[in-house]
């Protein structure tokens, strides 16, 4: 008998999401932004735009171009110094990012401009990607911007034997920290993005080994875990919206 | 009959919220129809009327049309006319027979009418696909804006700062005794005595706090004459 995994890390039940909290309309500056934070990883994106765009050779005339920058803040990371600015990891997140939130905005009325959304993660855990989509899409709705949708993101993951939702880095690492044992341990994580009213899949990615069944299951834990976020950002824009100080 | 409306009157919507299902509602601008359901767009207060549901939006980006009045910055000036930006990516030219009715010859240096930086009450007279905007001068109160200050606000907004046929607006100038000047872009220029103006400001970005909230023109007299 090896280490098991029965029970996760932080306590939770195996398709239970860590505690989530947003905010929309952070930073006063921009035309639009959020916060979104699921327990220790906290994402926070501001949106500029639609506005003109340079180099000029990027222009659409056809319609507005959405744009992603994706960047974890140095001291984000597990003690060791992020290196800020863009790398080959943050460029692949930041056209992921692009890829899964394109299909819900419509910028046709902006042919030749842009919209920067600039995602900034003060404190990692796993599932930046994740959560850096949920604050994208809190704050272009909250830019005014024509949406079909909002996208919700979080991972779904094999760890082990079994499928569990939204992984921490520990969990993400469990191979690692199994080492030395007779069974290898696999893990994969799957990242997954769906459109929160019809459940529809946006951007799906994999790292690791799974098979066909334990995929399927992720797909269903993570589409009913982004409905359940879903929530969570229509309640933050709307709080951005009632109360006030008459 | 299955039909069935999910909102109240005056409910903030988010896009991708289920409006109303059944095809005898009718959407209006910023919601669509997905099978039987409407969906809206936009963030946005939904109001009720019958059967049709409007959406007004609470926050969003200009978008020029004709007969906008707008307040542009000069960015460049060229042979003919003058660019101006009024908002986001949108750019608007000025040409000097729509300036003036002054005769201007050829090759003469138009920074003596409007020079970079210069701030002008204009109207927007022709937008194509590309936006690409033609605006003019000739009309009542369109006008170069000389001194005061400039804010900006949401062009979502600008409805409810000039309230019901101007009354919110010229509430606040009597009250503060200043000069107004709103452009559909969001953008605001005030002029009048130094407190006037900081009153005056100050009221406004109550009004952009509290746009959703009804009974919006008694709270800004009430903070115009109490001060607090």
Redesign the interface.
């Known amino acids: 008998m090896i280490m098991g995994y029965d029970k996760r890390f932080d306590g939770r039940k195996q398709y239970e999401m860590r505690p989530m909290s947003a905010k929309v309309g952070v930073v006063p500056r921009a035309d639009g932004s959020a916060m979104f934070q699921i327990g220790k990883t906290t994402a926070i994106a501001a949106v500029y735009g639609p506005r003109d765009l340079h180099p000029k050779f990027l222009q659409n005339p056809r319609g507005g171009l959405l744009r992603c920058h994706y960047s974890m803040m140095p001291f984000s990371g597990h003690g060791e110094r992020v290196r800020p600015g863009q790398n080959r990891r943050a460029k692949e997140i930041s056209r992921v990012m692009e890829a899964s939130l394109r299909g819900v905005v419509d910028l046709n009325a902006f042919p030749n401009a842009v919209v920067d959304v600039f995602i900034e993660l003060p404190q990692t855990d796993a599932g930046t990607r994740c959560a850096g989509i949920c604050a994208a899409s809190m704050a272009l709705a909250d830019a005014g911007l024509d949406m079909k949708d909002m996208v919700a993101a979080v991972s779904a993951g094999f760890v082990h034997d079994r499928i569990v939702a939204d992984l921490t880095y520990e969990e993400e690492h469990y191979n690692e920290f199994a080492k030395g044992l007779k069974e290898e341990v696999h893990v994969a994580d799957i990242p997954i993005a769906c459109q929160v009213s019809n459940g529809e899949i946006v951007l799906l990615q994999m790292d690791g080994k799974v098979s066909a069944e334990f995929l399927a299951e992720a797909l269903e834990v993570g589409k009913k875990a982004c409905a359940e976020i879903g929530e969570v950002q229509r309640k933050a824009l709307k709080e951005r919206f009632t109360g006030g100080s008459l | 009959m299955s039909d069935q409306l999910f909102v109240k009157d005056r409910d ?1 919507v ?5 409006l109303a299902t059944g095809l005898s509602y009718i959407p209006g601008q ?1 919601m ?1 129809r ?1 099978g039987n359901n409407i ?1 809206a ?3 946005g207060l939904v109001s009720v009327e019958g059967k049709v549901l409007k959406l007004v ?5 200009f ?1 020029p049309k004709v007969g906008d009045v707008v307040i542009g910055v000069v960015e460049d000036v060229m042979l003919m006319g003058w660019r101006f930006n009024i908002g ?2 949108n750019s608007a030219v000025l040409n000097v027979k729509d300036a003036t009715n002054e005769f201007i010859g050829r090759g003469v240096d138009l920074t003596q009418y409007f020079g970079l930086g210069d701030m002008v009450f204009c109207k927007i007279v022709n937008v194509t ?3 690409l905007i033609d605006v003019t001068m000739r009309g009542p109160g369109l006008r170069k804006l000389d001194g005061g200050r400039v804010m900006r606000i ?1 062009p ?1 907004k600008v409805p409810r700062v000039i309230g019901k046929d101007g009354t919110m607006t010229k509430m606040i100038m009597d009250e503060t005794k200043t000069d107004i000047v709103i452009g559909q872009n969001g953008v605001i220029w005030i002029s009048g005595s130094p407190e006037g103006e900081v009153k005056a400001a100050n009221a406004i970005r109550k009004i952009d ?2 746009a ?2 009804s ?2 023109t008694q ?1 800004i007299k009430r903070f115009l004459e109490g001060g607090e």
Not at chain 2, 14 to 18: A, C, I, Q
Not at chain 2, 57 to 61: F, G
């Open positions: 903030v988010v896009p991708g919220e289920t910023y669509y997905e969906i767009a936009k963030v939006p609470l926050a969003s980006p978008i986001g990516p696909s590309q936006n949401n979502a706090e509290n959703h909230m009974g919006l709270a």
